[in-house]
């Protein structure tokens, strides 16, 4: 017993004992969604890149139906550097790339496509420049190279893609040509750091953590040429696309507003057009409607189109369906009514005192926006 604690003691001073190829450089973590028959090609690309660095392969995966993780792990029983990470009841490419990145204790973490669209003969170079300490992060960008989105998606996710990177350079302090790559390599403190602040929906890890990460960081770019994917399909769609815009508006506003709230006043702006669109139809139309009634009419459109774009957009994730859209409807025009109800009381309450209409009418617009806000998220979503 006395022998035991003594060595254990000893062993505290001792340096760390070390079994060589235990220790890894570099992680790569490559999230996956049906992408079994690219395991192993891309384990063979790796193992071809990667010559004469010690790396692992943590690949995440959200329980695929097609059985991607019971290929990784056969291969993981032949091969010590391969891992898997399976997630059960999540799905989410941002979350699964950051539970791969913390599994991993080395120094340097890579993330990497599972669909061999990334170029990991790029890996080395990148690493050097970490290495070097050039840089925190290293960025694989489609921008640099005029070649570099000449293949691997279609005309419209380009053109998608290309309005994605501006929006994000809009909000982040970093200039990065392509901060919605999801090929990159960071130190591990770089994840350590950004990782409490991140989303975990959604597919734009990087420019999270552009966004996120709280204290500067140097950032280099390297161009690759983004390949097509020759197994399996992409898994971006719609709903992935309105993540990412609730994200960016998000940090544009410093996390302070929520993106929900941003989106429900943007959708209530295309409102105030269906309104003024409705009226000028039905005048071009010469509909037999009093004043007031054509006023109504488009005011009942604005809010049905509200309603069915808040729903579809804003609140895609809760979406009401059959019956249940039906009783939301009746419940969103009541609250609104309210609300504009709201708005007039307010603007002619501060008008009383302050005698100025357009700062009262702007704050009674204030308030009932606030108000439909808040009771149709609590009663509606
Ligand atoms: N674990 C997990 N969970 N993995 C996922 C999920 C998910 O919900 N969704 C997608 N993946 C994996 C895929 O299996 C693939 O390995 C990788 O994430 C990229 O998904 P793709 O569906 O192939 O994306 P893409 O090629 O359409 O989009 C590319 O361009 C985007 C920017 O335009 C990717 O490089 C994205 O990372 C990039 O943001
Ligand atoms: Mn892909």
């Not at 702006?269 to 039905?282: D, E, P, R």
């Amino acid at each position: 017993m006395a022998r035991k604690a003594a060595e254990i003691g000893g062993q505290q001073t001792a340096a760390p004992a070390r079994r060589a190829g235990s220790v890894y450089e570099l992680t790569v973590v490559s999230p996956t969604f049906n992408e079994r028959p690219n395991v192993r090609p891309l384990i063979a690309k790796l193992d071809a890149a990667l010559k004469g660095v010690a790396w692992q392969v943590i690949f995440v995966d959200d329980n695929s139906p097609d059985g991607t993780a019971e290929e990784v792990k056969a291969v993981a029983r032949e091969d010590s550097r391969v891992h898997c990470l399976r997630r059960v009841g999540r799905r989410g490419l941002a979350g699964a790339v950051l539970e791969g990145a913390l599994a991993s204790a080395a120094p340097y973490v890579a993330v990497i496509d599972a669909d061999l669209q990334h170029d990991e003969t790029l890996l080395p170079a990148m690493l050097k420049v970490l290495q070097a300490d050039e840089a925190d992060m290293v960025v694989a960008s489609r921008y640099i190279d005029p070649e570099g989105l000449s293949t691997g998606l279609s005309q419209t996710r380009q053109q998608g893609s290309r309005l994605a990177t501006w929006m994000s350079r809009q909000v982040l302090k970093n200039d990065v040509s392509d901060p919605v790559s999801g090929y990159f390599m960071a130190r591990r403190s770089v994840w350590d750091l950004s990782a409490p602040k991140l989303a975990t929906e959604g597919f734009k890890v990087l420019f999270d953590i552009l966004a996120s990460h709280p204290e500067p960081m140097r950032v280099a770019e390297l161009p690759y040429k983004f390949r097509d994917r020759l197994a399996g399909e992409s898994k971006l769609d719609r709903r992935i696309v309105i993540e990412y815009l609730s994200l960016i508006l998000n940090k544009a506003t410093n996390d302070m507003i929520p993106a929900r709230a941003i989106m429900f006043v943007l959708v209530g702006s295309t409102g105030f057009l269906v309104n003024v669109g409705v009226v000028l139809a039905l005048n071009a139309i010469q509909a037999p409607l009093p004043f007031w009634g054509a006023q109504l009419a488009a005011a009942l459109v604005a809010m049905t189109s509200n309603y069915l774009i808040n729903n579809a957009v804003t609140y895609h994730d809760r979406r009401r369906k059959g019956l249940a859209l039906l009783v939301g409807y009746v419940r969103f025009c009541f609250l609104c009514s309210a609300g504009l109800f709201v708005n007039v009381a307010v603007a002619s309450f501060l008008d009383d005192r302050l005698h100025a209409p357009i700062l009262s009418g702007v704050m009674g617009a204030a308030f009932g926006a606030v108000w439909n806000y808040v009771t149709t998220a609590l009663a509606v979503w």
